[in-house]
Each structure stands twice: as structure tokens, then as C-alpha cells.
């Protein structure tokens, strides 16, 4: 016999796909991932737990007074002033949303429709700034706006971004002028 005929007649099929190992692979994984999700959620609640000294958010006034500013965007968070990545999550600070922030004599309103919405009081504002990043989320130079907050004996940075990032500029000018008349006064 010719090695070709030797060769055709021993030729087998292809071996079929092993369904019970790949099935048993995607389920490992699948478990993985959800092992992964749930220990980064536990690390967040502690997060929270952690900071639980934090004091309950302000609710804004029945009358803060007319509108000096008014602008819609998105709430990217809150940190302790000074240290970008160091995330406040606690009374939904961490939460990221949408944002309608209103500016009066008062203080600032943050009205968020996913989220806890909270008021900063005029005299716990600090500063206002453009900035690039705050935790989780980076920008380029400029597009963030900052405003850093006393609440408690913490001082807070909340990032935002509006919709229209031009509005940031004058959002620093006023709250800056703003603060520094509250500290006149005081």
C-alpha cells in the first residue's frame, strides 16, 4: 500500500468541541468578576464607614435670595481639599450625577436628580478654581470647576463641569469675589 492510501484510510474528525470545560470556564470567570465587584463594593462602603465623622449635608434654605449664577452639568465628586484622589463618599458625596448648581447670597445649592442634593452655606466656602482632575475623572486644564468647602472641621473640594465649559471662568471670578466679601464681613 502507498503512504497515501495509509493515510486516508487512518484519517479521523475533527475532535468536537468539550462543552462541559468550556461551560466550567466561563462560569469560573463569571464568578471572578463577581468576587472582584463585590469586594470593590465592600471597599467602598468601608470607605463610608470611615468617614462616618463627616456631619450631615446642609439642605438648602426656604429663601436663599435671588439667583447670582445658575448653571447645569455634571457632579464628578468630592475630596478632601488638597488631595485629589482621596474620595469622600460618605451622605453621597461619592456619587457621580447630573448637577444643577445655583449660586445666591446664601450659599450654593447642588440640586442632583440621581443623588442627595446638598446646600454650602456662603461662609463654609473657602476658594474656587479651575482644576484638571479630581478622583476619577481627569480633564484637560481647566475644565473642571473646584469649589472648596468647610463642612465640620473638614475642608472639601467638589468638582463640576458644566455644560457649557465657558461658564466656568465667571463661576470662579463670582464665587471668589463672593468669599472674600464673607470674609470681610466677618
Known sequence: MTPV??????????????????????????????????????????????????PELHSAPADPGPVKLSMSGRYHGSTTAGQWLDRIVAHGLGTRSRVELTLTDAGLDVVRPAADDFFVPAEALRAARLDKGIAGKVLTEGGLLVVTWAHGDRLIDSGFRSDH??????WVDTLNHMISETEGAR
Open 165 to 170: 465649559a465657558a461658564e466656568h471662568n465667571e
Open 5 to 54: 492510501i495509509l493515510l486516508a484510510a487512518e484519517r479521523e474528525s475533527a475532535e468536537v468541541t468539550d462543552w462541559a470545560a468550556r461551560i466550567g470556564w466561563v462560569v469560573g470567570l463569571a464568578l471572578f468578576v463577581a468576587l472582584v465587584y463585590w469586594l470593590m463594593r465592600e471597599g467602598w462602603k468601608w470607605r463610608g464607614t470611615l468617614q462616618g465623622d463627616l
